[in-house]
C-alpha cells in the first residue's frame, strides 16, 4: 500500500525557518519524481516545488525560490522541503506527491495527507 506521510509543519513567526519531511513507503521510491503542493484556506492547491528521480533538478514556484529548498534522500525514502524567510502568504496545508513524470502539474498519482504550516506577522 502506497503510502506518503509529511511531517514538520507547525507555527514559527515571520522570518523564521521549518523544515518539512515526507516518508514514502509501497513504491520504489527512486523511480518516482517527488512535489510539494500547498493550499490556503479559500485557494486551489498550488504547486510549490518539485525534483526529480534522482535529486538532480529542481523546480520551484516564483514566489519561494531563493527562499525554499528541496532535497530527496533516495536510501532513505524522503523527500524534505527546506523554508527560509517564511511570510504570512505562506500559510497553508503543505502536502508531497509522487509522480512518474516530474512537473508541475497538479494531478500527481500519490499523495500525503497534508502537514499544516502557519506563518505569524
Known amino acids: 500500500q502506497v503510502q506518503l506521510v509529511e511531517s514538520g509543519g507547525g507555527l514559527v513567526q515571520a522570518g523564521g525557518s521549518l523544515r518539512l519531511s515526507c516518508e514514502v513507503s509501497?513504491?520504489?521510491?527512486?523511480?518516482?519524481?517527488m512535489g510539494w503542493f500547498r493550499q490556503a484556506p479559500g485557494k486551489e492547491r498550488e504547486f510549490v516545488a518539485a525534483?526529480?528521480?534522482?535529486?538532480?533538478?529542481?523546480d520551484y514556484v516564483d514566489s519561494v525560490k531563493g527562499r525554499f529548498t528541496c532535497t530527496r534522500d533516495n536510501a532513505k525514502k524522503l523527500v524534505y522541503l527546506q523554508m527560509n524567510t517564511l511570510k504570512p502568504e505562506d500559510t497553508a496545508v503543505y502536502y508531497c506527491?509522487?509522480?512518474?513524470?516530474?512537473?508541475?502539474?497538479?494531478?500527481?498519482?500519490?499523495w500525503g495527507q497534508g502537514t499544516q504550516v502557519t506563518v505569524s506577522s
Open positions: 506527491a509522487a509522480d512518474r513524470a516530474w512537473g508541475r502539474h497538479i494531478n500527481y498519482a500519490y
Open positions: 509501497g513504491l520504489t521510491f527512486s523511480s518516482y519524481a
Open positions: 525534483i526529480s528521480r534522482a535529486g538532480s533538478s529542481t
